[in-house]
Every structure is written in structure tokens, then in C-alpha cells.
T-cell receptor, first 115, second 113 residues
Framework: GAVVSQHPSWVICKSGTSVKIECRSL??????MFWYRQFPKQSLMLMATSNEGSKATYEQGVEKDKFLINHASLTLSTLTVTSAHPEDSSFYIC???????????FGSGTRLTVV | GDSVTQMEGPVTLSEEAFLTINCTYTATGYPSLFWYVQYPGEGLQLLLK?????DKGSNKGFEATYRKETTSFHLEKGSVQVSDSAVYFC????????????FGKGTRLSVIA
């Protein structure tokens, strides 16, 4: 079945540094990628939607200059948390849909801790 | 907009007990409905889904029936196991285009031996 590989699975970084999270679709072309964040004991909140080759669409309240999304190819989307702060500590997870819109395949998530 | 309301946990059950996790939704038309499971430290996995009214999704002993009249998609399992301990999310996908999933807040289930 469809697989999305997300890396890293966890990362600890210092305040002010940037962190890049990658999601790769291994056996299908991910024309659309959704990026979510999840706070402890809360639900997944959609951050942005990206379509291959075009700019991401961000949800209200999500800073696009802080959370840079690149979806340059049909198999790779990246989320870069720029100038990270402790309040950015969260669980980030991607979800991909293929060109036929079949199902949602989730990555395994990235736990980011900013110290 | 579309929304999902899910019973809040945590829910603690003994092994072999009956499980129900309530989920209701608000959406226009006939959305697709999903249950996802998240085991500790892992991402989400699709547990089951239903795409039209009266459909029953089932997997690994879990079931949920799409009830349009009550806008519900309650998750049930007749006999839970310790390995079912996880967080369960109810979600919907709206009818229009390439939309993202809308999730409920999740219900943490702990099954004790």
C-alpha cells in the first residue's frame, strides 16, 4: 500500500535555529500534501495544504514566513520551522494524497522540541 | 464549516470489555467518515471508513456505521484487548474537491489486563 516516509522522527534544537522536516511518498505521486501539528492531548490542526509546483495555502493564524513549505516534486514535501522557539515544540505530521485522490496516507510524525 | 465532535477521554476499560466511542459531525451533504488510530509515539493509521449513509466500516474487530439521520459514526468493539490502547480520532472529509481531513479531538483509550 501507499507509504509516506517522514524524517526525522524526533529532533531537539536550540531556540533561534531552523529545522527541516521531510515527507516522501515512496510508491505513489503525492500531488497534494497536508501538514498538521498536534499539541499534547489535542487533535490535529491543519497548518497548510501544498500542491506540487505551487505555493502552499496556509490556514488562518499560521505564519507562512515561519513555517516554510516546499513541494517541489511529486514525491517530496518539506516543512521548515524557521527561527524556532519553545512554543513551536509540537508533533508535526504530514498527509499525502495521490493524483487520483485515493485516500490519505500519513507520515509517522516528527516530534520537535525547542530548548 | 465542517466539524467533528468526539467524546472526550480518557477511557479506561478492562480487557474483554465492550467499547463505544461516540462521534458526531456537522457537514453539508454526504461527507466521508473515518476513524484513525494513533499508537504511542507513532503517526496515524486508518482504522476504518465509510463513504455513504448506512455504510458500515470494519477492521480488526472495530465497527462504525454511518448514520445520516443522527449525523453520527460511533466506534464500537465487542471485546477490547490491551493492544488496543491508543488514541482514536474520528475524522471527516467534505464533499468538495481535494479537501483535508477534519479531525475530532481524539479519545485516549487505556485497556488494562
Amino acid at each position: 500500500g501507499a507509504v509516506v516516509s517522514q524524517h526525522p522522527s524526533w529532533v531537539i534544537c536550540k531556540s533561534g535555529t531552523s529545522v527541516k522536516i521531510e515527507c516522501r511518498s515512496l510508491d505513489f505521486q503525492a500531488t497534494t500534501m497536508f501538514w498538521y501539528r498536534q499539541f499534547p492531548k489535542q487533535s490535529l490542526m491543519l497548518m497548510a495544504t501544498s500542491n506540487e509546483g505551487s505555493k502552499a495555502t496556509y490556514e488562518q493564524g499560521v505564519e507562512k514566513d515561519k513555517f516554510l513549505i516546499n513541494h517541489a516534486s511529486l514525491t517530496l514535501s518539506t516543512l521548515t520551522v524557521t527561527s524556532a522557539h519553545p512554543e513551536d515544540s509540537s508533533f508535526y505530521i504530514c498527509s499525502a494524497r495521490d493524483e487520483r485522490g485515493r485516500g490519505y496516507t500519513f507520515g509517522s510524525g516528527t516530534r520537535l522540541t525547542v530548548v | 464549516g465542517d466539524s467533528v465532535t468526539q467524546m472526550e477521554g480518557p477511557v479506561t476499560l478492562s480487557e474483554e470489555a465492550f467499547l463505544t466511542i461516540n462521534c458526531t459531525y456537522t457537514a453539508t451533504g454526504y461527507p466521508s467518515l473515518f476513524w484513525y488510530v494513533q499508537y504511542p509515539g507513532e503517526g496515524l493509521q486508518l482504522l476504518l471508513k465509510a463513504t455513504k449513509a448506512d455504510d458500515k466500516g470494519s477492521n480488526k474487530g472495530f465497527e462504525a456505521t454511518y448514520r445520516k439521520e443522527t449525523t453520527s459514526f460511533h466506534l464500537e468493539k465487542g471485546s477490547v484487548q490491551v493492544s488496543d490502547s491508543a488514541v482514536y480520532f474520528c475524522a471527516l472529509r467534505g464533499v468538495s474537491g481535494n479537501t483535508p481531513l477534519v479531525f475530532g479531538k481524539g479519545t485516549r483509550l487505556s485497556v488494562i489486563a
